[in-house]
């Protein structure tokens, strides 16, 4: 299983940009569905999930500003960040609660992560 993560960028404040995490692979059935950040200095962070049911949460500092879906025919999760801020440049990396298929447990998959800038 592989979880591919895209659509990072340079971007203005103010501006938006769109993720996106594709899992591939021997996929049995996948879980929560989670984007994670981590600036620099700064400890890795939920941004937000979503679970198989289509459930939500987000950090405090993104609510209302950052929406995460998915699309579980492609097993893919998106994540459309408006209004973005300075404050949000980080690496931002997928994650993903997958059962393998032929497997009775699932695991935690990572994706490689992609940089969001913001600046102007």
């Known amino acids: 299983v592989q979880l591919q993560a895209s659509g990072g960028g340079l971007v203005q404040p103010g501006g938006s940009l769109r993720l996106s995490c594709a899992a591939s692979?021997?996929?049995?059935?996948?879980?929560?569905m989670g984007w994670y950040r981590q600036a620099p200095g700064k400890e890795r962070e939920l941004v937000a999930l979503i679970t198989s049911g289509g459930s939500t949460d987000y950090a405090d500092s993104v609510k209302g500003r950052f929406t995460i879906s998915r699309d579980n025919a492609k097993n893919t999760a998106y994540l459309q960040m408006n209004r973005l801020k300075p404050e949000d440049t980080a690496v931002y990396y997928c994650n993903a609660d997958v059962r393998p298929m032929g497997y009775a447990l699932a695991y935690y998959y990572w994706g490689q992560g992609t940089l969001v800038t913001v600046s102007s």
């Open positions: 692979g021997r996929i049995g059935s996948i879980n929560d």
